[in-house]
């Protein structure tokens, strides 16, 4: 592994919050020197000038569909690798939401052998909570955690037996393990394709109360409260659930919340006509949920940011709003549509960095995710001012389910490292 040296970059450090003119020395794939000011490169080592572009870790992104095994053709760990690569996202954790569900340690070693031969980024698999996802019997959490579990979670099947999922939260706890929830009550929520309110009555669509999210995640902190166990609301998006979220967090319970990008980015009325291309799950919100989204990632209330990434075919979304399928590519996007928000001077570099890098680092228990020496050298090089138009077929997704195509974007990846070797440069 040879040693390479980035230099006249602006570094974003996540940690210390701030934004310098800097360099790194990247010895054995880690950081193994950090510089402030213009330095010049050193004699005998490689050297990339980063010509005064931002240079930051790489996106560990929570919550990854990938279609192996079972739905190859939506999306496979070769396609998702070249995505991640391509959007900055150095590390992905994958959901177990596939055919069949990953909860067995067979399922979870053959996903992860798969990812090691196919993707260029570093690939985490979560593992299912209960078998097959059905909420009524608890996996193995022992056993899959020693197969390479990073957490456990059933996504978007919400365990509805308090009984079934209290236990499973107590054993997770009795072991350390991460248990990562979707807050929605499940029967408001069946469904439902869009937000209640006006503009749905409008469009004559099933929808959902912003309650159905709160009710849910009272019944979840209330399991983890009593149970103590190491907790992870995947995608908050509405401002009524943020009250019980800041209680809990002051009530010293191990919780955490994360947001999907296009929640941060989109709301309910980009539904426009009926473009199926914007039904993700949780609905979109109305522009005001939004923007107490944006608030609480600004004031590190919601700590994590994610794509959110689902794949979907052309045969899943084009069908009436109602029947088609939920969810979006988001693994390339999720960069520049995050940097809206620096634009916009809604949040700065640093604290977006600590909801894209840091914290979700932090919380798998990684050590990557952060500038500093000895950490992974996994590190985004993006030019914050590029603009272009975004055309979903240029996307190296196998799925093109995106809402941004055709949209103006501000903000390109030039360069991807993985433990200090360059995983995707920009032509």
Not at 123 to 144: C, D, H, S, W
């Amino acid at each position: 592994m040879s040693d390479l040296f980035l230099h006249n970059a602006r570094l974003i450090d996540p940690d210390a919050k701030t934004e310098t003119l800097g360099a790194l020395t990247i010895r054995n794939g880690k950081i193994a020197e950090i510089h402030s000011g213009d330095v010049k490169p050193p004699e005998g080592i490689e050297a990339i000038d980063c010509d005064g572009k931002h240079l930051a870790p790489g996106i560990v992104d929570i919550g990854v569909k990938i279609g192996e095994p079972g739905e190859r053709h939506k999306e496979s760990f070769r396609t998702a690798g070249a995505a991640a690569a391509a959007g900055g996202v150095t590390t992905m954790a994958t959901r177990p939401d596939t055919i069949p569900a990953l909860d067995s340690p067979e399922t979870l070693e053959f996903v992860a052998r798969r990812a090691n031969e196919a993707a260029p980024v570093n690939v985490l698999p979560m593992a299912a909570l209960t078998k097959g996802r059905n909420g009524a019997e608890m996996v193995e959490i022992g056993f899959m955690r020693d197969a390479g579990a990073i957490a456990f979670s059933d996504c978007d099947n919400v365990i509805t037996d308090n009984k079934v999922f209290s236990r499973a939260l107590t054993y997770a706890r009795s072991l350390g393990a991460l248990v990562i929830a979707h807050p929605q009550d499940p029967i408001l929520s069946k469904g439902a394709a869009v937000t209640s309110g006006k503009f749905a009555s409008l469009r004559g669509l099933p929808a959902v109360s912003p309650m159905a999210e709160r009710m849910g995640l009272e019944r979840d902190l209330a399991l983890v409260e009593l149970t103590g166990a190491r907790y992870h609301a995947d995608t908050l998006s509405t401002a009524a659930a943020l009250p019980a979220l800041r209680r809990a967090k002051e009530s010293g319970l191990d919780v955490t919340a994360g947001v999907s990008i296009h929640h941060l980015t989109l709301n309910e009325f980009d539904v426009g006509d009926y473009r199926t291309f914007f039904k993700v799950k949780p609905p979109l919100r109305s522009e005001d949920d939004r923007l107490a989204m944006v608030d609480a990632v600004a004031s590190g209330l919601i700590d994590i940011i994610s794509s959110m990434h689902t794949p979907q075919d052309e045969e899943s979304k084009r069908l009436p709003f109602q029947e088609a399928a939920s969810g979006a590519v988001a693994l390339e996007t999720l960069l520049p549509a995050a940097l809206r928000l620096v634009h916009a001077e809604l949040i700065d570099l640093p604290t977006l960095w600590a909801a894209l890098s840091l914290n979700p680092a932090n919380r798998l228990g990684l050590a990557s995710g952060r500038l500093a020496e000895n950490a992974p050298a996994d590190l985004v090089l993006f030019d914050l001012n590029a603009p272009f138009v975004l055309d979903r077929f240029s996307l190296k997704s196998k799925s093109k389910n995106t809402p941004f195509d055709g949209q103006r974007m501000q903000g390109k990846v030039r360069a991807t490292f993985v433990a200090g070797k360059q995983v995707y440069g920009a032509d």
